[in-house]
Structure formats: C-alpha cells, structure tokens
C-alpha cells in the first residue's frame, strides 16, 4: 500500500485542516524526502518558502502532529525532525544522543510478527510502530 498526496489530502481534510496550496507542497515535500526532514531544512524548501513563511511552515507541521498525520522525532526541539505517519509502512529509526543525526534502520523489523497478533486480538485497522533507538554515532564516539 503505497500513500499518495491525494491521501494525505483526505486525512488533513477528515482532521478540520484547511486545504492551502502551502499545505500541499508541505506533505509532497515530506513524501518525496522518505526520510525525516527538520523544520531548518522544511524551511530552506524553495517551493515551500515560495509558498508560505516560516512561521506558517512551523504552524502546519505542528497542526499536523496533532491530527496524527506528522510524527515529530529526535532529542529537543532545536533537533526536531518531522516524518510522515504512514500506516503499514516501516519506521524504526536510530538517532545519535551527541549531534542529533537520525536515520532510518535498513535491518529486518523485530516487531511485525506482534503488530500482527495484535490486530488480530484487537480488531485494530491501519497499525504502525516506530522504534527509535539512541546511541552515540561513530562522529561523536
Ligand atoms: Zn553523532
Ligand atoms: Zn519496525
């Protein structure tokens, strides 16, 4: 199952969001960057800074950690990366405790045998897990 924009348009719509040109180029920059991007980055976006300030970037991406949609990762807010939440897709990540690097696990996920008993138990639709383990990275060791 893959999400496409029109998706993530729905699920802002179902969740009262107003559907904004800034919005649209948000979420299509979060689905095509596949990884978790920080608001520093988010902000430097030329289509999205084409489209809106970076106080609105900042705005929309807490809206939508409200309803669900955007997950906030990472240490403190200095260091806070912004991921989709998308359901039935895999998001273990590894973040560094010195500097705040994050990335995602390329390694078979130790969970999805559970995820799968738990729908079955629970009658729960569209499960997700993310994992975050924290370290030191090999820079900062
Ligand atoms: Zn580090
Ligand atoms: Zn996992």
Redesign the pocket.
């Known amino acids: 199952m893959s999400t496409d924009l029109g998706e993530l348009m729905n699920r802002c719509r179902g969740s009262g969001l107003r559907r904004t040109k800034a919005l649209e180029v948000l979420l299509g920059t979060l689905l095509k960057a596949d990884r978790p991007m920080t608001l520093a980055r988010l902000q430097k976006s030329r289509t999205l800074s084409s489209q809106c300030d970076k106080a609105t970037i900042y705005r929309l991406l807490h809206r939508l950690a409200d309803a669900g949609i955007v997950r906030r990762l990472g240490l403190h807010e200095r260091a806070a990366y912004f991921a989709l939440i998308i359901p039935d897709q895999h998001r273990d990540y590894l973040i560094?405790t010195?500097?705040g690097?994050i990335d995602p696990i390329e390694a078979p996920c130790p969970v999805h045998h559970l995820e799968d008993e738990i729908r079955t138990k629970t009658g729960y639709q569209n499960l997700y897990h993310e994992l975050e383990f924290f370290g030191?990275?090999p820079?900062?060791a």
Request: hydrophobic share 0%.
């Open positions: 560094c010195g500097c690097t030191t990275c820079k900062c």
